[in-house]
């Protein structure tokens, strides 16, 4: 089982940016796919972004497609979401996922 927590989550203006950061520990991780979802209010787990084990495979939502970036440190055991452009509707809860493990979730909020 992997453990996986994330930060970097927080309140932020559309157009503004934000850095997700996913800290992962227990089995080894670093033979790991990793991805994000996100969970937007009254909606069900959306896929967000996805990158192969050694961070040279990725690929994203459409919704996502161009503003945002996922990317790996094998080294720290973490992975990244860099978040550019961000609009009103990005507003969810960000996971971060090892299948199957899951982490807690870390809120985003962008304001219009």
């Known amino acids: 089982q992997v453990q996986l927590r994330e930060s970097g989550g927080g309140l932020v203006q559309a157009g503004g940016s934000l850095r997700l950061s996913c800290a992962a520990s227990g089995r080894t991780f670093n033979n790991n796919a990793m991805n994000w979802f996100r969970q937007l209010p009254g909606k069900g787990r959306e896929f967000v972004a996805h990158?192969?084990?050694?961070?040279?495979?990725?690929y994203y939502a459409d919704s996502v497609k161009g503003r945002f970036t996922i990317s790996r440190d094998n080294a720290k055991n973490a992975v990244y979401l860099q978040m550019n452009s961000l609009k009103p509707e990005d507003t969810a809860v960000y996971y971060c996922?090892?299948?199957?493990?899951w982490g807690q979730g870390t809120q985003v909020t962008v304001s219009s």
């Open positions: 996922n090892a299948p199957p493990d």
């Open positions: 990158i192969d084990w050694n961070g040279g495979t990725t």
